[in-house]
């Protein structure tokens, strides 16, 4: 079976580093980009960056830019993402999801089609 | 490019026929995908390149448009359904795609 399995909840503190990881099995890893979208509590979902874990190629939305580090380790076929100095502005839920390619008769995409169970993230003092 | 969705929320009942619309800001072709996402829930791919639904969606889901306007439509609605649905345009880079700011779909 083909999952992404996100690593537990976290509470910090403002000013507190942080790393959450996103494991693939079931497929081959190295070969999709993985993305890292955001969810605020009762907001709507934002992208915030995509790795290609074969070669580490990252790319970040420009709100995220300097904000966030997505990095990846395809000998673990795990996903990163991680804060050097939390803030209350980053409670949130964080999403990984896997980058495919689909085509079905007259349609054909990129789209999110494996998503991760979701790690919630508060920050708080 | 922005993605802008409509209405922001909606109720109806069992069995009926609702439309979610989405117009982008600048033509996306047909890289318009939509997720549904239930409380608690990751989000769900639900119909990609505009119109088509992966393996495993009832067909009472259906997508169309092209360029700048999109439609979900929903008809028969079942329990199941009420949630938020979100357009996404994938025609930019990757880093630059954008969900549109979501459709909550309310019981009445």
Known sequence: ?125 | IQMTQSPSSLSASVGDRVTITCRASQSVSISLNWYQQKPGQAPKLLIFGASSLPIGVPSRFSGSGSGTDFTLTVTGLQPEDFATYYCQQTSSAPAMYTFGQGTILEIK
């Open chain 1, 1 to 125: 079976e083909e999952q992404l399995v996100q690593s537990g909840a976290e509470v910090k503190k403002p000013g507190e580093s942080l790393k959450i990881s996103c494991k693939g099995s079931g497929y081959s890893f190295s070969n999709y980009r993985i993305a890292w979208v955001r969810q605020m509590p009762g907001r709507g979902l934002e992208l915030m960056g995509i790795i290609y874990p074969e070669d580490s190629d990252t790319s970040y939305s420009p709100s995220f830019q300097g904000q966030v580090t997505i990095s990846a380790d395809k000998s673990l076929s795990t996903a990163y993402l991680q804060w050097s100095s939390l803030e209350a502005t980053d409670t949130a839920v964080y999403y990984c999801a896997r980058r495919t390619y689909m085509s079905k008769g007259v349609g054909h995409s990129h789209n999110f089609d494996l998503w991760g169970q979701g790690t919630r993230v508060t920050v708080s003092s």
